[in-house]
């Protein structure tokens, strides 16, 4: 992967928009710690930052290609996983190419079908591409929005880049939030609404979504949206099909010009992205799979089974290395790593995320990049199956509310009465909550409980996954890691999203129909474990240091966390012998701790970025 940057103006000023965009392409530096490049014209200035994976020779950025008498130049960050089809078809229309790159087939898919291209393409990308001749920038997120891309327009100047910290690095955009932006932080975060970039006036390209900015104009539009409609295959076509289009992304998403591992949890996710990658490295004589767990010093010991966590990740683990006989790492991190991290989870997503779940996911990353480039992850298939309990439990399905987000009170007793009288957390949420269920796209005559279940789908796909891909791109970048995700591969998510919530839970379970299509790839108590999420730590040590940041913070009066927080109501719950909070205030694993360890992140974050209140 790689991080695009950039900026149209009036007119470009040598040396000192090259001094802007240096400093803007430097912040990315850990998405493409390879190789950087730069482009100017009389009105844009394109940086890239590049991490090789396909044609290290010949797919240097940013890439300039002449059609006639126009010049077209591209930054991009992504993987194409349909490049020689693509390719097939453009030679034939008269293309010839100086390598194999996807960026070259990409951009000469542009100069062929101009936006429209972006529909022909399978793979995560999001990429901008100027156009002399029609002075126009187009730029495109993926249809799920694995790659980010951000961007704001300050006067006649657009501003683009991966990630917030390039955009704040030009001095047009100014870390300020306004009472939006706080609500985003105190009352949805680490959920983030779509296409909001808390800062003020500073966006983000939803999935799916084009922009072409011309005449110092910008024109949004969805090039891509699921579509609701009867699903018509029977039982045993639906699980022939589902196997085949994950057997089809898992094969794809091997192909690199460097070393690819997956990761294994034990669990039904990355069980069967690991087996389908080592029948096909098999089939293709290559040399055993490799496969990277992660796991918490004296996690053993203090692991305890609860609804959203019901069992130990390293029996699975075992379980499935044997299986495949692959060349499995175990990563292990202790208690004083996963704290001295949450700092560095906060600068690599610029703003307060998941805690330790960030955190340990950033160590995680890190030890797989001294081994690996590219990682494949299980990440979305709860999403896109059903695989959460808030799409099997009755009270989560009643919930007028964004069901991973239920304990809104837990999160909001914390807030001092000023921020909440200026964001009014209930009504900010609840007018979210209802902008998203007004863009479901709704099947005519459906019973209410599957209509029901299909909302429930979509706030998952379009929030929850987002937040999970944020963090899985921000933590695995920040290490110069690239992680694919196949469960994400749009062909799949279109045609599950139709098939009927009697199939998707086939034998009453979570995902039964993924089990039933994996039935002859998985060990049978494999196929058949309970789903756990991502493992954090039960080591009380960790609540201890968190309980502690938190307090250094409450014993600090310059801290500029204060200003937002009842003091009293932080500094009880500090002292408190007792969990407070019955459920997890966020997913699946943010409790007390993770609530701890967030307002010490939300600390940093006003802190480093010197956050200003507008």
Known sequence: MCGITGFVDQGIELPRDRVILEKMTATLINRGPDAEGFW???????????????????????????????????????????????????????????GHSDTEVLLAAYIEWGPSCVEKFNGIFAF????????????????????????????????????????????LVQPEVTADGLAEIFALGPARTPGHGVFKDVYELRPGQALLYRDNQIH????????????????????????????????????????????????????????????????????????????????????????FQPNDDAPWVKRMVDFLGSRHHYITVDTNELVDALKIAVLARDLPGMADVDSSLYLFCKEIKKGATVALSGECADEVFGGYPWF???????????????????????????????????????????????????????????????????????????????????????????????????????????????MKSFNQREKGLLRMALSDVLPADVLERRKSPYPKTHNPAYLAAVKALVQDILDDPSSPLLQFIDTNTVQDMLEASNDSISRPWFGQLMARPQLFAFLYQVNVWLSEYKVVVK
């Open 220 to 307: 949004l539009y969805r090039y891509w949206s699921l579509i609701s409609k009867p699903h018509e295959d029977d039982l045993a076509t639906t699980i022939e099909k589902v196997r085949e289009l994950l057997e089809d992304s898992i094969t794809r998403q091997l192909v690199a010009d460097v070393q690819v591992c997956t990761c294994l949890s034990g669990g039904l996710d990355s069980s069967a992205l690991s087996a389908f990658a080592a029948r096909a490295y098999q089939k293709q004589g290559r040399e055993r799979l490799h496969t990277y767990s992660v796991d918490y010093v004296d996690n053993a010991r203090y692991f305890q089974p609860s609804a």
């Open 392 to 502: 099997h439990r009755q009270e989560d399905l009643q919930a007028n509310t964004f069901p991973w987000s239920q304990s809104l009170r837990d999160r909001t007793q914390i807030l001092s009465p000023e921020l909440t009288n200026l964001i009014k957390p209930a009504a900010y949420v609840a007018e979210r909550y209802r902008e998203t269920l007004a863009e479901v796209p709704r099947l005519p005559g459906e019973e209410p409980l599957e209509a029901r279940r299909r909302e429930i789908f979509y706030l998952n796909l379009v929030w929850f996954m987002q937040n999970l891909l944020d963090r899985k791109d921000r933590m695995s970048m920040a290490t110069g890691l690239e992680v694919r995700v196949p469960f994400c591969d749009h062909r799949l998510v279109e045609y599950v999203w139709n098939v009927p919530w009697s």
């Open 128 to 171: 901008a591409i100027w156009q002399e001749s029609q002075q126009t920038l187009f730029m495109a997120r993926d249809r799920l929005g694995v790659k980010p891309l951000f961007y704001a327009q300050r006067g006649t100047t657009l501003i683009f880049g991966s990630e917030l910290n390039a955009l704040l690095a030009h001095p």
């Open 40 to 98: 100017f014209s009389s009105r844009v200035a394109l940086g890239h930052r590049r991490l090789s994976v396909v044609d290290p020779e010949g797919g240097a950025q940013p890439m300039i290609r002449h059609q006639g008498q126009d010049t077209f130049v591209i930054v991009y960050n992504g993987e194409l996983y349909n490049t020689p089809e693509l390719r097939q078809q453009l030679t034939y229309l008269g293309h010839r190419f100086q």
